[in-house]
């Protein structure tokens, strides 16, 4: 093992998800994510079950992150963990744990913004992976972020826009509610579009700046527009699952293009980027690879695993945190309110 060998440990705990991360060098070793079902019949994270399950979870998904990267504790040159902006219970569990770790270890902290190490996931290495030039632009799109970001250097971002009510997941969440899906419905939203017609009911857009985004209007129209439906015809939701979602998906998405197309617009960057768990949704990944032929736009999708919180995208800021010598003070306490520029 070379002294120029940087295993940084990456800690993840603002939502839902216990996650524990290996990296070396900014190579992932291992990416160990423990979800908790317990919420799904909640229609919601429960932050009390939360902050539960993440004290249960997070020993033996650091022990496996540690053991399945092949390598001891004693190897680790740092202690990444997300500080916020999450759940204040949820994030106190891993910094504490963080932080005590370190202390035993004796090596460096290191806290990261989440929304930053959304973004900063793409500058994970693998082998068939394109790492972003600056400047580029970022759609962050997660269940608590809509926002459009213009990303300068690793840590220099300015928000160009962001949404004034819901959060896009949180329009997929509710959307899957209103049709009585488990949360979280985003994916199962998505899984039902691939066989629905995406114009089988059209739903209206918001109107918003053109770097803006809202979405509590679009759920209000879903609602009522189901009531209706169902009122006419009790099966309604069975008998048009797969349209409905499609119907649903497609107006999201085009919502969102329809930003970044702004956002080039206002900028003229073409470099675009998505990240956050709604990242994983196959049509914005779809429509964003035909914008690199039908705009030219340089587009960055992230890999599936690291679309949804994952520890990776925290070790990987650290990382790059690491190679700053950008280190916390072992005071530092966990904040539930950031903002990615923080
Ligand atoms: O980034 P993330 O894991 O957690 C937050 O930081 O919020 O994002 C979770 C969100 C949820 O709203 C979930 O429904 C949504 O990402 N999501 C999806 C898909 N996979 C996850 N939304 C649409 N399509 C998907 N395939
Ligand atoms: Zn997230």
């Given at each position: 093992m070379s002294t120029k060998d940087i295993y940084i440990l990456g800690i993840e705990s603002s939502c839902d998800d216990t996650s524990a991360s290996v990296i070396l060098n900014g190579e992932v070793l291992s990416n160990v994510v423990a979800n908790q079902e317990v919420h799904s019949k909640y229609g919601g994270v429960v932050p009390e079950l939360a902050s539960r399950a993440h004290q249960q979870n997070i020993v033996p998904v650091v022990q496996q992150a540690i053991a399945q990267a092949g390598?001891?504790?004693?190897?680790?040159?740092a202690i990444a963990f997300t500080?916020?902006?999450?759940l204040m219970g949820s994030l106190l569990v891993g910094t504490s744990f963080a932080k005590s770790l370190s202390i035993g270890l004796n090596i460096p902290l290191i806290a990261v913004n989440h929304m930053q190490a959304h973004i900063l996931a793409h500058f994970i290495k693998e082998e068939e992976s394109k790492i972003p030039e600056f400047p580029f632009i970022c759609l962050t799109i997660s269940g608590g972020h809509t926002q459009i970001v213009k990303v300068t250097d690793h840590f220099e971002m300015e928000i160009l826009g962001e949404t004034k009510d819901d959060a896009v997941g949180e329009a997929f969440d509710k959307s899957a509610k209103i049709l009585g899906?488990?949360?979280?419905g985003g994916p199962l939203i998505d899984k039902y579009a691939q066989l629905g017609?995406?114009?089988a009911f059209p739903f209206t857009q918001p109107k918003v700046g053109d770097l803006e985004f809202s979405f509590s209007g679009l759920k209000t129209q879903i609602l009522y527009f189901i009531q209706k439906k169902v009122k006419e015809d009790p099966t309604f939701i069975e008998e048009n699952l797969n349209d409905i979602c499609a119907s649903i998906q497609y107006t999201i998405v085009e919502i969102l293009i329809k930003k970044l197309k702004n956002a080039v617009k206002h900028t003229g960057i073409k470099q675009i980027a998505i990240a956050g768990?709604?990242?994983?949704n196959s049509e914005i990944r779809k429509r964003l690879l035909l914008a690199e032929k039908q705009w030219k736009w340089t587009t960055y999708i992230p890999k599936f695993e690291y679309t949804t919180d994952n520890a990776a995208m925290i070790a990987i800021t650290g990382y790059l945190s690491y190679l700053n010598n950008s280190y916390t003070d072992i005071a530092v306490s966990a904040k539930a309110r950031l903002k990615v520029t923080e």
């Open positions: 390598i001891t504790k004693k190897d680790l040159k500080r916020g902006p999450g899906l488990p949360y979280p017609n995406p114009k768990g709604v990242s994983a």
